[in-house]
């Protein structure tokens, strides 16, 4: 029986080098971003007032397509090459080899998102009172996204065309996180205090790390022996 | 504690005979409950000081709000004793109940836009309770989707079943999010009807109508939950005699 600890590095590290090996699958769904916020003003006309007024819900809702876009690959290599079944007749525990993989996946295309949004809000003239609340709102918001997709990850991975099933299950559930995290930018936009809305957020997210990988757990026993 | 009748939930066929002598006396109560309720609430119940005559409507809609929010813990809760004790029947029904639901929150949207065109001004607002009834029914609409999209039944059944309880843990906490959220953008046209307390005379014709379309969820559940026992057990011996039985009694018929 390995140590939990060392069960989880081993796992996190081998997730990790082959999420750098793949720079593709890191990349798309960042490009996505870019590209579908640029849409935006190109749609609506390049009129300041509008942007500031949408800008926090609009980087948000994209933020969100981008994480919906890249959960398909969570267990989709594994899956195709066999060693997610032997990961689950391992001895193993494996919600603690889920939690590694989803921390794989918000590393590699949550924070990422987050660290590229502040520009997006410069693109779409987000007032610079703003910028923190979106930072803090998309770090806690895309780990719980993470964690969250990754059930609906688990659920479909067993199906030929699991991509759009997985946003229809999954995008219900991202209901209260684009709420809580879209007003907190905006509030912090108006110059109001975005305490609460942060707060819920971090609730949200302690409650998904505890729920999430055990319910993403089973349903990889489900859907890969099924 | 006596066990047995739990034991013998698990057996299809046994729900399938004892249900069969429910059917009557469910059709019974359903209808006269719901012509009951429905002649009194839309006949005789006095006029809404404010609302007039378009109030009648809460007649249906809040009894079928009700039942599509408690549908959805009904399927999540068979999902989870299908899971735990590894039962068919629960899985049955949990397939029975999305469907159902789903036609439940389009009747609930559709009534409460009916109903939001006189005393709002537009037929869809974005108000707190229609919004959460909108992503009520994405759940269920997910739930279908995801039943469907398995080639194997029983993992179909499980992955629902998982399904269904996140969303289960999710529910309240999509409702008070909404609900914030409603409060947080209100938007200043909305005539709130005040928080009156509402008079015997309409609520006990409300009362009726709501235990009869609870009872008449239960037998559409039933009905349901038997047509699916039929479609997987068709190769099981009491089905093929249950339906040389019914065939054999409807030639009689014809003949005499």
Not at chain 1, 26 to 36: E, G, K, R
Not at chain 1, 65 to 76: G, K
Not at chain 2, 72 to 82: C, E, K, L, Q, T
Not at chain 2, 124 to 129: G, P
């Amino acid at each position: 029986m390995t140590e939990p600890a060392s069960l989880f590095r081993a796992t996190f590290k081998r997730d990790l080098t082959l999420a750098f090996r793949h720079k593709g699958d890191m990349v798309n769904p960042l490009v996505f971003f870019l590209i579908a916020i640029t849409m935006v003003p190109l749609a609506l006309g390049p009129e300041k007032a509008v942007l500031v007024r949408i800008a926090p819900g609009i980087i948000w809702v994209m933020a969100l397509l981008a994480t919906l876009l890249s959960l398909d690959s969570l267990f989709r290599s594994d899956f195709d090459d066999g060693s997610l079944e032997q990961l689950l007749i391992a001895p193993y525990s494996l919600p603690l080899v889920v939690m590694a993989k989803i921390a794989v996946h918000w590393l590699a295309t949550g924070l990422p998102l987050t660290l590229l949004a502040p520009l997006l809000g410069v693109m779409l003239s987000l007032p610079t009172s703003a910028f923190s609340a979106l930072c803090y709102s998309l770090l806690l918001g895309t780990a719980a996204m993470s964690l969250i997709g990754a059930v609906g990850a688990a659920l479909t991975v067993g199906l030929r065309k699991g991509g759009v099933l997985i946003s229809l299950i999954v995008m219900p559930l991202y209901i209260p996180i684009l709420i809580f995290g879209a007003s907190a930018v905006q509030a912090a936009a108006l110059g109001e205090p975005c305490n609460m809305q942060l707060a819920v957020l971090g609730a949200g997210l302690a409650i998904a790390l505890v729920l999430a990988p055990l319910a993403a757990a089973g349903a990889l026993r489900v859907s890969v022996n099924g | 504690m006596n066990w047995q009748w739990f034991h013998r939930l698990g057996s299809p066929r046994w729900f399938y005979e004892k249900t069969d002598s429910w059917l009557p006396w469910l059709m019974v109560s359903a209808w006269g409950l719901l012509l009951v309720g429905g002649i009194w609430g839309l006949g005789f119940a006095p006029e809404d000081a404010r609302q007039h005559n378009s109030f009648r409507i809460l007649y249906i809609h809040a009894p079928v709000a009700y039942i599509s929010m408690s549908c959805y813990y009904i399927m999540a809760i068979s999902g989870a004793v299908g899971l735990i004790w590894k039962m068919k029947l629960p899985f049955m029904v949990m397939k029975a109940c999305a469907p159902i639901g789903l036609g439940l929150t389009i009747v609930v949207l559709l009534t409460g836009s009916i109903w939001g065109k006189p005393t709002w001004g537009t037929w869809w607002e974005w108000d707190a309770r229609l919004t959460s009834y909108l992503i009520l029914s994405f759940l269920y609409l997910g739930a279908i989707a995801l039943q469907q999209a398995f080639q194997n039944r029983d993992t179909a059944d499980k992955a629902s079943a998982i399904l269904a309880l996140v969303g289960t843990v999710n529910i309240p906490i999509i409702y008070k999010s909404v609900d914030w959220w409603y409060t947080l953008h209100q938007p200043a046209t909305l005539k709130i009807v005040g928080k009156s307390t509402i008079d015997p005379s309409m609520l006990y014709p409300l009362f009726v109508m709501i235990i009869g379309f609870y009872v008449f969820f239960t037998l559409v559940l039933i009905l349901h939950t038997r047509t699916e026992i039929l479609r997987r057990e068709s190769r099981t011996q009491w089905v093929k005699d249950l339906v040389v039985d019914n065939s054999k009694s409807k030639g009689e018929g014809a003949r005499s």
